[in-house]
């Protein structure tokens, strides 16, 4: 068979032109459908959405599957994106005119891994606003990629499955709304704490109880810098 032979394969204008002219049809039908729109090539701009890309990258379960979805997603092939707790589903634009449904389940954070985050995030977090802007210390980045108590899920707390026909264990369209879900976290930071069934207002008010027990039991101790009252006065010459 000669190069000839082979199928062209369609740019990356015709894909989004595609992509657009299905996601048209379907706002027909439901004017309340909500896609996953990149625009140029970067797919995060902001902390959660960069930080969400790069813990999946991170393992190496997914680090060889999940490129396969970059060009889904810049190309605007997630069509509809849905995150609600522990659930996403999602509809995704296939490389022909079929369309195909994602669902992607995540487990809702466990009391262990509640713990041991608001251990480590002792009076680091002041506001909910600074915990959606992600402007946080830079050490404590490990509260959400941390592998073992992280608030990030690892590969085993991810479950997935695709109506396309492929059989790989991750499928491009599962890979594309993987990073569809990076893109609505750096619009919406809010939904990663739905998604994980996380109070965020609970997250800081554990913090600065925290902060706050600490004050107390410190109340009644002397700092080391302290001078007696007799010291004070053999100093002074009184």
């Known amino acids: 068979m000669s190069r000839n032979d082979y199928p062209k394969q369609p740019s990356v204008a015709e894909k989004k032109a595609r992509a657009k002219k ?4 379907l706002r027909k039908k439901n ?3 909500e896609p996953v729109i990149i625009e140029g090539r970067t797919l995060a701009r902001n902390w959660w959405g960069k930080a969400w890309n790069q813990n999946l990258e ?11 979805g970059r060009s889904y997603v810049r ?3 997630v069509l509809d994106l849905r995150i609600s707790k522990g659930s996403v589903l999602a509809l995704v634009q296939g490389s022909g005119s079929k369309q195909y449904s994602v669902r992607i389940e995540i487990d809702t954070l466990s009391s262990e891994k509640w713990d041991r985050v608001t251990e480590i995030c002792n009076n ?11 402007k946080f210390p830079k050490e404590l980045e490990v509260l959400f990629t941390e592998k073992k108590y992280g608030l990030f899920p690892s590969p085993g707390e991810i479950r997935f499955g695709c109506s396309c026909p492929d059989w790989a264990v991750m ?4 890979a594309a709304v993987l ?26 008010k554990k913090s600065m109880e925290r902060k706050l027990d600490n004050m107390l039991k410190n109340a009644g101790k002397r700092s080391k810098r302290e001078i007696d009252t007799e010291d004070v006065n053999d100093l002074f010459g009184l």
Do not use: W
């Not at 606003?129 to 992600?134: I, P």
């Open 22 to 25: 299905a996601l048209e049809k």
């Open 31 to 33: 004017p309340d459908i």
């Open 58 to 68: 991170s393992y190496a379960d997914y680090s060889n599957r999940i490129e396969r």
């Open 75 to 77: 190309n605007n092939a």
């Open 124 to 134: 680091r977090i002041e506001t909910l606003e600074q915990l959606v802007d992600g």
């Open 171 to 174: 499928c491009k369209h599962v």
């Open 179 to 204: 990073y569809g879900i990076g893109s609505r976290l750096d619009a919406d930071p809010m939904l990663f704490f739905e998604l994980r069934d996380i109070d965020g207002q609970e997250l800081v």
